[in-house]
């Protein structure tokens, strides 16, 4: 069974920084895609980044464009996504996905991920 646990949430102030992770265990392929999704209170879960771990194919939304960075080590079957000037809109708790395979369009969506984490929660202050 695949698992996936994330870690690294927080409180912090606008501004500020912080660095996600996330852990695969042996049943999380390497081949596959993964991504971060994120949701807020009231909200629909929606798609963060996303990155292949053959390709370095990578894709972000337009509302963290130039504040986030996703990576992955392979070695370590391990996520990451580092979040520099965090905004309070980026308050929500962020969930780490693996995919066994999506279409183009799924590839950005909930949809097209077949495992989750428990999620983490990250909140930023004003």
């Known amino acids: 069974q695949v698992q996936l646990v994330e870690s690294g949430g927080g409180t912090v102030p606008a501004g500020n920084s912080l660095r996600l992770s996330c852990e695969g265990n042996r049943y999380n392929r390497r081949s596959w895609r993964m991504a971060w999704f994120r949701q807020a209170p009231g909200k629909e879960r929606e798609f963060v980044a996303t990155?292949?771990?053959?390709?370095?194919?990578?894709r972000y939304v337009d509302s963290v464009k130039g504040r986030f960075t996703i990576s992955r080590e392979n070695d370590r079957n391990t996520l990451n996504l580092q979040m520099n000037f965090l905004k309070p809109e980026d308050t929500a708790i962020y969930y780490c996905?693996?995919?066994?395979?999506?279409?183009?369009?799924?590839?950005?969506?909930?949809?097209?991920?077949?495992?989750w984490g428990q999620g983490t929660q990250v909140t930023v202050s004003p």
């Open positions: 996905a693996s995919s066994r395979g999506c279409s183009a369009s799924e590839c950005y969506s909930r949809d097209g991920y077949h495992y």
């Open positions: 990155i292949m771990w053959t390709t370095d194919s990578i």
